[in-house]
């Protein structure tokens, strides 16, 4: 059962990773009063539970328990990063990306912001009108001194419109990141 494996993944990942984090301060690209831009840093490993296609905006719309993993490398340019990742459903929906990031950090709150493109498989699961679709992600979390991170992340997956149908969906995730 592949939920089962994710589930072990997951559990193994938070046992492990966290010991292998790196504590050091993250350079600074730029601030605007006490928000910097973070530069250079870890890598991470970004894990979520949640809920896919949330708000159901069809009437064939399905909303389905979700799990996401991104990876997101911590050599940016410009306080920019590229990030990987993977988004499965349990309608057997999968949505496989690419994409860039930044995080904005204030104390130890980091938000997050992704933009990406991607593919879309549907199985089961919710018609977004076709296999290419964008992505745009917002990670909301707490930092502690190891530099894990544990919050919120809110998705959108769209075609913007090259697809006859562009219904959307929208999706909310616990997320744990861990460094290394």
């Known amino acids: 059962m592949p ?3 994710l589930a072990a993944a997951v559990l193994t990942a938070l046992v492990i990773f966290p010991v292998m984090a790196r504590a050091e301060e993250e350079p600074v690209v730029f601030s605007v009063g006490k928000v910097d831009l973070l530069g250079p840093g870890p ?3 970004d ?23 991104e ?4 050599d940016k340019l410009y306080g920019l990063g590229p990030a990987v990742g993977a988004v499965a459903n349990t309608d057997r929906g999968a949505y496989g ?7 904005f950090k204030y104390r130890n709150l980091v938000v997050t912001p992704l933009a990406g493109l991607g593919a879309y498989h549907q199985a089961d699961s919710s018609d977004l009108g076709g296999v290419f679709q964008f992505r745009l992600a917002l990670g909301i979390t707490y930092q502690f001194e190891d ?10 997956i769209s075609n913007a419109q090259i697809h006859d149908e562009n219904p959307g969906q929208d999706e909310v995730y616990v997320s744990f990141a861990l460094p290394f």
């Open 3 to 5: 939920s089962a494996a």
């Open 43 to 45: 890598h991470y490993l």
């Open 47 to 69: 894990l979520g539970i949640g809920v896919f296609d949330v708000f159901e905006r069809k009437s064939d719309s399905k909303r389905s328990a979700a799990a996401r993993a």
């Open 71 to 74: 990876f997101r490398l911590g």
């Open 97 to 103: 990306y690419v994409g860039l990031y930044a995080d």
């Open 147 to 156: 530099q894990s991170r544990l919050g919120i992340t809110l998705g959108h």
